[in-house]
C-alpha cells in the first residue's frame, strides 16, 4: 500500500493505493469452473486475466490459482485469498466484495463488443453541441433537469493546460479566474451551488459511483456511469507547474468563490463513491464542466 498525499491551502486530501489482485464472485447458476476457464480482461484496470483448467492462473504479471466450492469461488495470490459472490452472465464475469465493492471482467474476444454496447447506452442518454470558437464537439446529458457537460472543457487559452499532452482525454485543465470564462456561449461554470443540486440528483453520498466513468480510474476505482456524465481522473497541476494524480482523482472548478483568494471545487477519487467539496488557492488548475444557461 503506498500512500499518496496533497497538500492545498491547510488540507490534505489523502489517497490510499492498494492493488487489489484478487476479486470474489457468485455463480448463478450453479457450480460450473468450466465455465470460467479462458482469457477475460478486467474492464476496472484493463488488466488481462487468464485461467486455467488445471486451477491455475495469471492476472498481469501475477500467477494465481482458483477453485470453485458450491456456489462460491476462490482465488488466492500468494498468501492472500479472497472467497465471495460471482455472477456469469453471457461473456461478463460480475464479482461483488463483500465490502459492495463491484468489479467485471469480460472474455477478451468480446471485449470489442461490451464497448461497443457501453458507448450505445451512454449515446442514448446524450445530446451534442459544437463549440463555435474551435469547433469542438462536446457530448451533454441532462441530471436534475439540467443540462451537464459530459466531457471536460478542451478550450485552448492562457493558463491552461493539458495533462501529458492528452487534450482530448482529460480536457484541459484552468486556474479559477480563466476558468470563469471560458466556457462557450450559452454555457457556464457551475456554482456551488449547482454542484450540490447535481450531487443530490445523482444519489447524495454515492454520487461519485454514479458519475464516474465506467473505465480510467485506477485501482479499480471505476463507477457505474449511470447517467453518462462520464467523469475522468484527470488530476490536477500545482502553481509550481506539477502535474499529479491523473488516473486517481479528478477536480473541478465552481463558481463560488471562498475569502477572496480561495475558490471552491468539487472532487473525485477512486477510493470512494463520494463527490467531495474542498477549495484552493485561485491560482491551482483544475478541470471544468459546463452547465447550461
Partial sequence: MSLFT????????????????????????????????????????????ELFKDGTGAVGSGNITWKTEGKRFVLSSGNTSKIGDYNLSGYELTRTFDDGEVLVWVRKDKLEEYKNKEEQRVEK?????TDSRNGQKYRSVKIGGKAWMAQN?????????CYGGECEKYGRLYDWNTAKTVCPKGWHLPTREEW???????????????????????????????YGFSALSGGGRGSGGRFYAAGNYGCWWTATEHGGSIAY?????????????????LSGWYSVRCVQD
Fill in 196 to 226: 450540490d443540486a447535481l450531487v443530490t440528483a445523482a444519489g447524495g453520498d454515492a454520487a461519485g459511483k454514479a458519475l464516474k466513468s465506467a473505465v480510467g480510474w485506477e485501482n479499480n476505482g471505476n463507477g457505474t456511469d449511470s
Fill in 6 to 49: 496533497r497538500q492545498g491551502r491547510g488540507r490534505t486530501l489523502l489517497l490510499l493505493t492498494a492493488v487489489l489482485v484478487v476479486g470474489s464472485v457468485r455463480v448463478s447458476n450453479g457450480d460450473n469452473p468450466a465455465a470460467l476457464v479462458g482469457q477475460w480482461v478486467s474492464i476496472n484496470d484493463g488488466k488481462s486475466v
Fill in 153 to 161: 472543457l478542451n478550450y485552448q487559452a492562457d493558463n491552461s493546460w
Fill in 265 to 281: 471545487y468539487r472532487y473525485m477519487h477512486y477510493g470512494s463513491d463520494g463527490v467531495y467539496r474542498s477549495d484552493d488557492y
Fill in 125 to 129: 442518454m446524450s445530446s451534442y453541441f
